[in-house]
């Protein structure tokens, strides 16, 4: 079991940059891999970045790839998303969810993931 909080959200500037932290309780978090989501108002809730429990291996959606970095400190229970260059499409509830397991092969779909946090509100202003 682990227990999965967010905090960084806020609002920026188009083109500005913000980092998301998602910090877990429980233990060997390394055991976990680790998706971020996001949803806008009126659409699915997607996966934008995941990365392996040992922090090898790391995912991208294409609307995300080379602006947003996801990383994580197994030391300190946390994932990171640094978010650069953000647009206001990238305006939506972002949440941090973990698989039941450390190794990915793919960015997954909710479906793969059991445990998620309360999400955290980011919006890009133009």
């Known amino acids: 079991q682990v227990q999965l909080v967010e905090s960084g959200g806020g609002l920026v500037q188009a083109g500005g940059s913000l980092r998301l932290s998602c910090a877990a309780s429980?233990?060997?978090?390394?055991?976990?891999?680790v998706g971020w989501f996001r949803q806008a108002p009126g659409k699915e809730r997607r996966v934008v970045a995941a990365i392996s429990g040992g922090g090898g291996s790391t995912y991208y959606a294409d609307s995300v790839k080379g602006r947003f970095t996801i990383s994580r400190d197994n030391a300190k229970n946390t994932v990171y998303l640094q978010m650069n260059s953000l647009k206001p499409e990238d305006t939506a509830v972002y949440y941090c969810a973990a698989q039941g397991r450390p190794l990915i092969y793919g960015l997954g779909d909710q479906s793969d993931y059991k445990y998620w946090g309360q999400g955290t509100q980011v919006t890009v202003s133009s």
């Open positions: 429980g233990r060997a978090f390394s055991s976990y891999a």
